[in-house]
């Protein structure tokens, strides 16, 4: 919606499912950072979008590769240091390390672009 934030009941009306599919998106949604929840003038639960909704994403998704991260890493000695398989692991975790820190230093530098009014179409701009 133009407010950016709706009910659960709303949300069920809006997309045709039922509640406890709502219920399990919104966990969801909340515990990537997409969406908050707030209380309107009624005590009304609301789910928010904000307008950094792709930056919390892309963190979102730094955090979880991250996390893939420390889980090679401890495989790394579960194997055994210097084991193929170890290796293997080791390569594993300095990639997904690499795309990890790549995601979270381009979500800081593009978060600018949400916050910027686009222009609206010149004259004979489609």
Not at 90 to 119: C, K, M, P, W, Y
């Amino acid at each position: 919606t133009d407010t950016g934030s709706l009910t659960a009941a709303e949300l069920v009306q809006r997309l045709q499912v039922s509640p406890a599919s709502i219920s399990k998106a919104v966990a969801f949604l909340e515990s990537q950072g997409m969406i908050r929840r707030e209380r309107d003038e009624r005590r009304r639960e609301r789910y928010v979008v904000d307008n950094d909704i792709m930056y919390q994403s892309m963190m979102a998704s730094a955090r979880a590769t991250a996390h893939m991260v420390d889980i090679a890493r401890q495989g790394v000695g579960v194997l055994g240091s210097g084991t193929p398989a170890a290796n293997r692991l080791e390569n594993i975790a300095r990639f997904l390390d690499f795309v990890s820190e790549s995601i979270a230093r381009a979500a800081e530098q593009a978060r600018d672009i949400l916050h910027t009014q686009s222009e609206p179409p010149k004259d004979g701009a489609t």
